[in-house]
């Protein structure tokens, strides 16, 4: 029986796990630097969960069996990518098992900000019914609009549907093309970074993180932005330089931002964005609901099922593929 780690973290739902593991995988359930996980690394095959700080060149050296890092999320920024290809253990991710959960969301975030939802609520609850201005409320649907999404991957292209489902026109930017048939099939169409900025009422962020995308939406990309324009981020914080965007969203650079995450999670209590009357924020929970617990733990018992039989991974990172 292959011994396996599944990392403990407040996001899993371990009971979710014990029923979906398969008989032939004898897991143990650690948290990172803890004793017991130190002495499972020593003999574990396989570990799941998220990336961690921690697993640098020390940490593959004490799991010399280790043949697979099974993230049970779509980043991989946490993960220390050089240490790992030095060590031969192939990093992978969850496969999509998130996605639909983080389209969903990057829709409502963009609804929520159209809509002003949060000062609606805010209005209603304090008894102001429809504020204090009501000629001064300007809201606007997605119909008509026309979305830029920034990353074409497994979530994009949900995005993308479901965007088109609410009578948006889609335009998308990546460093990987789709094929002209393809993108036909998907119903959008291909568009220089810049282009996209300059062109779309709604611009939606879905790339990983990575030295090439950090800050890859700063004080310049921003300044392309229509004044009436939302800004969407479910991906990474540091994607975007937040001093440049708090700045465009205080000089009305742009009209508003739904953002899921920040460049220091938690945020600090004094960041400038909880005081904007433009922003919708979250808590990085697009990913994480109840319903994909189960495609993340089966994505991840699969693919170490497949490393335990000898086959290849599925899913690899693109930098460690190859």
């Known amino acids: 029986m292959a011994r396996i780690i599944i990392a403990d973290n407040p996001l899993n739902e371990l009971d979710i796990a014990r029923e979906l593991l398969p008989p032939d995988l004898d897991a143990v359930i650690a948290r990172h630097g803890t004793p017991e996980f130190r002495t499972a690394l020593q003999d574990a095959v396989c570990l799941v969960g998220f990336g961690d700080g921690t697993m640098d060149d020390a940490f593959y050296k004490a799991a010399p069996k280790l043949k697979l890092v099974q993230l049970l999320s ?20 969850n496969g999509g098992a998130n996605s639909t959960a983080v389209a969903e969301h990057a829709m409502l975030l963009m609804l929520a900000v159209c809509r002003r939802l949060v000062w609606q609520h805010a209005s209603v609850a304090a008894g102001r019914w429809r504020g204090n201005a009501v000629q001064d409320v300007k809201l606007f649907e997605l119909r008509g609009r026309t979305l830029g999404i920034v990353g074409l991957g497994a979530i ?12 948006m026109t889609v335009q998308y930017y990546d460093i990987i093309r789709l094929s002209e048939e393809r993108a036909d099939d998907l119903n959008v169409r291909f568009a220089l970074l810049n282009e996209l900025l300059k062109t779309s009422d709604i611009v939606s962020l879905h790339v990983p993180l990575s030295p090439d995308t950090k800050h890859m939406i700063g004080t310049s990309q921003l300044a392309m932005m229509k004044p009436s324009a939302y800004l969407i981020n479910t991906c990474r914080g540091p994607v975007v330089d937040e001093k440049a965007l708090i700045a465009a969203l205080i000089n009305g650079t742009i009209a508003g931002a739904g953002l899921d995450v920040f460049d220091q999670e938690p945020p600090p209590a004094d960041n400038p964005l909880f005081t904007l009357p433009n922003v919708t924020l979250s808590a990085h929970f697009a990913g994480p609901t109840w319903d994909n617990q189960y495609s993340r733990f089966r994505n991840a018992f699969d693919n170490c099922q497949r490393v335990i039989r000898g086959e290849k991974p599925l899913w690899i990172i693109p930098e460690l593929q190859g």
């Open 74 to 93: 779509a980043g991989y920024d946490r993960c220390d990518i050089e240490a790992a290809r030095r060590a031969g253990v192939p990093i992978c991710n």
């Open 156 to 167: 994009g292209k949900k995005v993308a549907r479901m965007a088109q489902a609410f009578g």
